[in-house]
C-alpha cells in the first residue's frame, strides 16, 4: 500500500522518469557487463602480444577510448524513446511537456551512471595489470576533466538520438532525415571539440571546450523539446 501511495504522490515528470528507467535499466547493466569484459579482454590480448597492435600497447591508457561504444549505446536508446514511448505516455494522460522532462531526467541519469561507470573502470584495469603482471606504466589524464567531459557528451548523444526519433516520429521521411542530419552535424561538433587532448591544455582552453560541449547539448534539448510541444499521437507508424 504504501509503494502505491507513493507513486500516487509522484509528479507526472517523475512518473516518467521512474517507468523510463524500469523498462531500461537491465539493458543498462547488461550493455555495461558484456562491454567491459570484451574490452579488457580484447586489450589483455593485444597487452600480451595475440592481438597485434603496437599503438594501444605503448599507449598505457587502453581505457580512454572506451567512452565511445556507451555513446553509441546511448544515441541509440535516445532514438527509441519518443517512437517507443510518447504513444503510451501521451495516450494515458501524460502531456507532452511531462514526458519531455521526464525524459530529460532519465537522459541525465542515464549520463551520470555511465560516467561513474567509466570512471570505474580506470582502477579496474591497474589492478589487471597489477595481477597480470604485465611490464606498463599507466598514464592516467586528469579524471575531473574526463568525468565533465563524458557527462557532456554522454547526455549529447541520448538527447541527439532522442531528437533523430522524434524528428522521424513527427515528420515524413525527408525531413526526418534532415532532422537525423542537424543532430549528426551537432554531434560531429562534439567530437571534433573533444578531438582536443584536454588534459594537455591550458585551463582556458579546458573551459571554453565544456562550454561549447555544454551548449551544443542545450540547443539539441531546445530543438527536441520545441518539436515535442507539437507533435500529434500516432496510432500506427508507416514506413
Known sequence: MSANMAKGKRSPVMNVAFHLWSAYRHVLVWFWIIFTVIYFGINEMIMRGIIPDESIRNSGREWDGASIAPRIFLLVLGILLTI???????????????????????????????????????????????????????????????????????FGYFCGGWLIGTGFYRFHWFKGLLVCG??????????????????????????????VLALASFLIVWINDGFLRKIAVKRKITL
Request: hydrophobic letters at 50%; a negative charge; proline letters at 2%.
Open 182 to 211: 542537424l543532430a549528426v552535424a551537432f554531434l560531429i561538433g562534439m567530437e571534433t571539440m573533444t578531438a582536443t587532448e584536454l588534459t594537455g591544455s591550458a585551463a582556458a582552453d579546458q573551459g571554453i571546450i565544456l562550454l
Open 84 to 154: 517507443g514511448s510518447f504513444n503510451s505516455f501521451v495516450s494515458n494522460g501524460i502531456t507532452r511537456r511531462s514526458f519531455g522532462r521526464g525524459g530529460l531526467l532519465f537522459a541525465g541519469l542515464l549520463s551520470i551512471i555511465c560516467t561513474l561507470l567509466h570512471l570505474l573502470g580506470y582502477p579496474i584495469e591497474m589492478l589487471i595489470v597489477e595481477i597480470s603482471g604485465a611490464e606498463r606504466i599507466m598514464q592516467y589524464p586528469n579524471l575531473a576533466i574526463v568525468a565533465i567531459t563524458n557527462l557532456l557528451m554522454y
